[in-house]
Nanobody, 118 residues
Framework: QVQLVESGGGLVQPGGSLRLSCAAS????????MSWYRQAPGKQRELVAR???????NYAESVKGRFTISRDNVKNTVYLQMSSLKPEDTAVYYC????????????WGQGTQVTVSS
C-alpha cells in the first residue's frame, strides 16, 4: 500500500518560514520524481517544485529564490523549505510521486494546509 504523508503545515506570518515534509512508503522512493503542488481556494492545483530521481530541480516562477525542494532517499522523504512567505502562498500543499516507464504512475498525499497571515 502506497502512502504519502505530509506534515509541517500551519499558520505563519508574512516573511516567515516553514518546512514541509512528505514521508513515502510502499514505493521504491529513489526512482520516483517527487513534487509539491498547491491549491488555493477557487484556483486550480499548480506545480510548486519538483525534484527528479537524479536530483534535478525546477520551480514555479512565483517561488523561485524563496522555496527549496530536497529529498532524502534513506528516509524516503521529500522536503519543501519555504522562506519569505507571502499571503498568496496560502494553500493546501500536496506531495506527489511520479514514475514514468511507458505510462505515468502517480501517487498523491492528503495535503497539508499552509496559511500565511498576520
Amino acid at each position: 500500500q502506497v502512502q504519502l504523508v505530509e506534515s509541517g503545515g500551519g499558520l505563519v506570518q508574512p516573511g516567515g518560514s516553514l518546512r514541509l515534509s512528505c514521508a513515502a512508503s510502499g514505493i521504491i522512493f529513489r526512482i520516483y520524481a517527487m513534487s509539491w503542488y498547491r491549491q488555493a481556494p477557487g484556483k486550480q492545483r499548480e506545480l510548486v517544485a519538483r525534484i527528479t530521481s537524479g536530483n534535478s530541480t525546477n520551480y514555479a516562477e512565483s517561488v523561485k529564490g524563496r522555496f527549496t525542494i530536497s529529498r532524502d532517499n534513506v528516509k524516503n522523504t521529500v522536503y519543501l523549505q519555504m522562506s519569505s512567505l507571502k499571503p498568496e502562498d496560502t494553500a493546501v500543499y500536496y506531495c506527489n510521486a511520479a514514475y514514468t516507464l511507458v505510462l505515468v504512475t502517480n501517487y498523491w498525499g492528503q495535503g497539508t494546509q499552509v496559511t500565511v497571515s498576520s
